[in-house]
């Protein structure tokens, strides 16, 4: 006898006698004491009929409400007991066609399928691996979609914090960060292509801008002659405003401002062992600092001497001045620095200076502003000298004409 054959005997006997009993007693509950063996398939609904197919299906449950609930009896303290149900779709008119897992004592629908999800859009892979949208996840988490893979992060305000929604996401033109809640603005973005390392943090904080090794706060890299900082401006408002500023402790020790309307060019350089501030907007080298420490300037040299700014103010006897003009040593010499260019200049040594007049921050500097000072000092009294001079000259030449 064939096992198709066996089945339909087990269903046709099986059937006779679930009609003898429900003559005797309609619908009545039927309780079995010891395990229960069904050498066959199973339908459970209130919709099965006698010649069921089942296909491959080893139990099918079959009515417009369908769902299996398992319910944990555990009484003793410290075992679980939460139950559970898997819902297959809703009952409700027009509802969703989905499955779910419900955990009954929270209650909530903790997992749900809907009906009509394209394949793969959820797959967990022999290597622990999980795909979205695909059957070959070669990632611990692998998303596939033909337009911009997304992962939304989404803080709802359910905790008392305000309302936030991030995007993480990517595809063909950038990978970025977009701002959701905010004008969906994408404060962050990479294009393909971009190097290794194009942006690099350490594990002590330093950034590296081109490497991975970062020996600074920030640290940039290029090995192809494009290592540039630019700092733009662009709101289309010719004013007044600073472009770059430098603190050490909180005090402001440099800063580049462009104080005009109409906008200047500053290039600040190191060229041929020289440091450089030139207009960019007009000819030639504003100033040149060289590594001999030679400074250069295209205009004349303005030192503050604004009698608001001074105090001590003692007037000097130009007589004296005069006289330690002419006791002061002065040299023709050449900077060591300078011994391979051949320059040479005249003037004092600082040290006799120092010794002669007392002034300046040291005795190995003289400042422009005390040589000037000097000289003018002693040009008033060769003046009165000279004028006294004339006088005389002139009262003998009367007395000679008498």
Known sequence: MTKLKE?????????AGALAISASAAFADQVFFDDVIVDGSLCVGLDCVNGEVFGFNTIIMKENNTRLRALDTSASSGFPTTDWVLLFNESANGGANKFSVQDLDAPSLIFTLEGGAPADSLYVDDGGRVGFGTASPVVELHAVDGDTPTLRLEQDGSSGFSSQTWDVAGNETNFFVRDVTNSSTLPFRIRPTAPTSSIDIAGDGDVGIGTASPSE???????NGSAKVLIEENSGTEAARGLLEMRNNGTTFFSLVDESAGGETWNIQSNSGEFRFTN????GVELAMTTAGDMTISG???QNSDKHAKMAIVPVDPYTILQKVAELPVSSWTYKDNAELGIRHIG???QDFYAAFGTGASDTGISSLDTSGVALAAIKALASENAELKSRLASLEQKLAD
């Open 7 to 15: 089945r339909m005997l087990r269903n046709t006997a099986f059937a």
């Open 280 to 283: 960019a907007t007009g000819p």
């Open 217 to 223: 706060a920030l640290h940039v890299l290029r090995t």
């Open 348 to 350: 004092p040594m600082a």
């Open 300 to 302: 004349s040299l303005t």
